[in-house]
């Protein structure tokens, strides 16, 4: 597609539900990052997958989360036993094959607003 | 206190006026970033710099290395510019894929 894309826009749930936040990136872009922005706050990181493989997932905050990229395209972050705590924007970005030095310019999709009731 | 820093937290502007939002950070970087966020969420990259100073229309973004710091510059400001600007940086080093945010900035340009 022409720029990432990420659905659903926005999602209400209860407390306890699961959820997948489903991301599209930009076609032929191998890196492929999620982050979760909470009101207020500049977005914070949460995993990176280079390709298929989640090559760092050290910001996902605890094992209700997970992420996936089973083709190397698509990805989805799946939340498990939802908390209010859990309510926020995620962003998904990709990325042109990271260089040495940075991770080359990073285009972001729309975010998926979540609502814990 | 954190490793991003972005000066001032809210901007107030009359359309035409010249605007700059200033980042400090901490850590060693690879690059850094400027992203315009606009109500609803959706992020734009509007430069990635590692040094000197990078110009896009109406936009200049400037870094200085061994301070520490950027500075992200509009010229003859107009409403469409409100926004929240956000500072990120890639840290040097084998995770510069982990971007680290600024809290961001919000800019209102008014008529």
């Known amino acids: 597609g022409a720029g990432v894309s990420q659905t659903p826009s926005n999602k209400v749930t209860e407390k306890g539900k699961y959820v997948e936040l489903r991301c599209d990136p930009i076609?032929?872009?191998?890196?492929l990052y999620w982050y979760r922005q909470s009101l207020g706050q500049g977005p914070e990181f949460l995993i990176y997958f280079q390709g298929t493989g989640a090559a760092d997932d050290s910001g996902l905050p605890n094992d209700r989360f997970f992420a996936v990229r089973p083709e190397g395209s698509v990805s989805t972050l799946k939340i498990q036993r939802t908390e209010r705590g859990d309510s926020a924007v995620y962003l998904c970005?990709?990325?042109?094959?990271?260089?040495?030095?940075?991770?080359?310019?990073?285009?972001f999709g729309e975010g998926s607003r979540l609502t814990v009731l | 206190k954190n490793e991003v820093e972005q000066s001032p937290q809210n901007l107030t502007a009359q359309e035409g006026e010249f605007i700059t939002i200033n980042c400090s950070y901490s850590?060693?970087?690879?690059?850094l970033h400027w992203l315009q966020q606009h109500p609803g969420g959706g992020i734009v990259s509007l430069f990635m710099?590692?040094?000197g100073k990078k110009k896009h229309g109406r936009l200049i973004a400037t870094i200085n290395i061994q301070e520490k710091h950027s500075s992200l510059h509009i010229t003859a400001s107009h409403p469409r510019d409100s926004a929240v600007y956000i500072c990120a940086v890639s840290p040097s080093g084998g995770s510069n894929y982990k971007l680290t945010f600024g809290k961001g900035t919000l800019l209102t340009v008014n008529p």
């Open positions: 076609s032929g872009h191998t890196a």
């Open positions: 850590v060693g970087i690879s690059a």
């Open positions: 710099l590692s040094s």
């Open positions: 970005a990709s990325s042109l094959v990271p260089g040495l030095q940075n991770t080359g310019e990073l285009f």
